[in-house]
């Protein structure tokens, strides 16, 4: 849950609000929240169309093709500071709740996005971190780094 400033700051009125008003206090719990949707061999494939339609729709236009944050938005100069998602160091968890509530400058997408929708994004967002995210080998075992909850790095 977003604390009560973000009634202000994205619009949030009517919401129910987190007790605890520290900035990013329920940010930084999110870091634990693991995408319920996995990837496995026989479902990659249609995750990664579905994400790509719902990238090209809702993100492209600030965080590029390539994620670098340098969309036709930013590029024209209508916002400034797109975050490059290739680059991002946060857990999935804090991912989706930065899309669905929104963080700095990005407003939240809830209302256009439903939550499976966003987890989606997220696998899609992590393919930008590492290339071979959501790929597999013929035993059916992923070959891609996965995220862990403070910081992105690979685990074997």
């Not at 007790?19 to 496995?40: C, F, I, R």
């Not at 169309?49 to 809702?58: E, Q, W």
């Not at 946060?90 to 939550?115: C, D, T």
């Not at 995210?133 to 995220?147: I, Q």
Request: hydrophobic share 35%.
């Amino acid at each position: 849950l977003p604390n009560a400033v973000f009634a202000q700051t994205h619009g949030y009125f009517n919401w129910d609000f987190t007790a605890n008003n520290e900035m990013d206090y329920e940010y930084l719990q999110s870091a634990a929240d693991k995408n319920p949707y996995k990837l496995t061999a026989e479902n990659t494939e249609e995750v990664f169309a579905k994400a790509k339609d719902l990238y090209t729709a809702n993100c492209l236009h600030c965080h590029g093709e390539k994620g670098d944050g340098n969309g036709p938005m930013v590029t024209a100069g209508s916002y400034v500071g797109a975050a490059n998602l290739g680059g991002l160091t946060i857990a999935e968890g804090q991912m989706f709740y930065s899309i669905y509530y929104g963080r700095n400058a990005m407003g939240g997408h809830s209302s256009m996005l439903n939550k499976k929708e966003i987890w989606t994004l997220v696998h899609y967002i992590r393919k930008f971190q590492d290339p071979a995210y959501g790929t597999f080998d013929a035993n059916g075992l992923a070959v891609g780094a996965e995220v862990k909850k403070d910081s992105l790095s690979v685990m074997k």
